[in-house]
């Protein structure tokens, strides 16, 4: 067999896998909503919390105790606003990076690099669930 034959019936056979192989389902990037803070006083209220816990695919509820567990400080989640408000002075940039932490290790699958996952909990375990490739994944608890 020669090589230009060799090399036609390659290219061939390579572009026929590119048509049955699916595009990519993953994003590239997981872009969050920057957070609308405001400071009252002593606190921070980040005003469009509901919307970046629903971009997150994760309860209000399980991103605010993450970020008062990392923030050292309490605070309250109004479900009819949608607000969080932290008992702490702190900047954009500063929640900012702790909501980057928070994808990384509670929604981001770190077989895949999928963003379409869940966290179940299993006793006292939190698992992160991969919808894209099945894989399974324990956190540290929230």
């Given at each position: 067999?020669?090589?230009r034959?060799?090399?036609?019936?390659?290219d061939?056979l390579?572009?026929?896998?590119?048509?049955?192989?699916?595009p990519?389902?993953?994003?590239?990037?997981?872009?969050?909503p920057?957070?609308?803070v405001i400071?009252?006083g002593n606190?921070?209220v980040i005003?469009?919390?509901?919307?970046i816990?629903e971009?997150?695919?994760?309860?209000?509820?399980?991103?605010?105790?993450f970020?008062q567990?990392?923030l050292?400080?309490?605070?309250?989640?109004?479900?009819?606003?949608?607000?969080?408000a932290l008992n702490?002075k702190?900047?954009?940039?500063?929640?900012?990076?702790?909501?980057?932490?928070f994808v990384?290790?509670?929604v981001r699958c770190?077989t895949?690099?999928?963003y379409h996952?869940?966290l179940?909990?299993?006793?006292?375990?939190?698992?992160l669930?991969?919808?894209a490739?099945?894989a399974?994944?324990?956190?540290?608890?929230?």
């Open positions: 067999m020669s090589v034959k060799y090399l036609q019936d390659y061939y390579l572009e026929r896998l590119y048509k049955k192989v699916p990519k389902s993953g994003e590239a990037t997981y872009e969050i920057e957070p609308q400071r009252i606190q921070t005003r469009n919390f509901r919307e816990a971009k997150l695919n994760r309860d209000p509820m399980l991103v605010a105790r970020l567990r990392e050292a400080t309490g605070g309250s989640y109004d479900p009819g606003s949608g607000q969080l702490i702190v900047s954009r940039r500063v929640i900012k990076q702790f909501l980057d932490v990384n290790t509670y770190p895949c690099g999928s996952t869940k179940e909990r299993r006793g006292r375990a939190w698992i669930v991969c919808l490739c099945g399974e994944q324990p956190v540290p608890p929230l």
